[in-house]
Nanobody, 127 residues
Framework: QVRVDETGGRSVQAGDSLRLSCTLS????????MGWFRQVPGKEREFVAA????????VYADSMKGRIALSRGSAKNTVDLQMNSLQPDDTAVYYC????????????????????WGQGTQVTVSS
């Protein structure tokens, strides 16, 4: 059974940093492109970052570029999303997702492209 599990969400102050981790289990992570999205109540799910299965390509949302970094984690079958200079507008549920990489450098911004999703982890940023 395939599982996607996010960890690391919590309440922080504006300006703080936070690292979210995503673990893919049930299948090896190497062939999969991984993405992060976020959602606030009443709004559509929003793209945050994605990394290709080759790790050669990462893409970031313009709204967060320069403040975030996505990488394969040191732990097996994980990816880590480092977020810096967090602001109250970053408050959301953050979701990790996986899709089999069509090419070695595929990294999609589209939530519909992803097949496996986690339950999400809450990030709350207070001013």
């Amino acid at each position: 059974q395939v599982r996607v599990d996010e960890t690391g969400g919590r309440s922080v102050q504006a300006g703080d940093s936070l690292r979210l981790s995503c673990t893919l289990s049930g299948i090896p992570i190497e062939p999969y492109s991984m993405g992060w999205f976020r959602q606030v109540p009443g709004k559509e799910r929003e793209f945050v970052a994605a990394i290709s299965r080759s790790d050669r390509r990462t893409v970031y949302a313009d709204s967060m570029k320069g403040r975030i970094a996505l990488s394969r984690g040191s732990a097996k079958n994980t990816v880590d999303l480092q977020m810096n200079s967090l602001q109250p507008d970053d408050t959301a549920v953050y979701y990790c997702a996986a899709v089999y990489g069509r090419t070695s450098d595929s990294a999609s911004r589209l939530s519909d492209d992803y097949k496996f999703w986690g339950q999400g982890t809450q990030v709350t940023v207070s001013s």
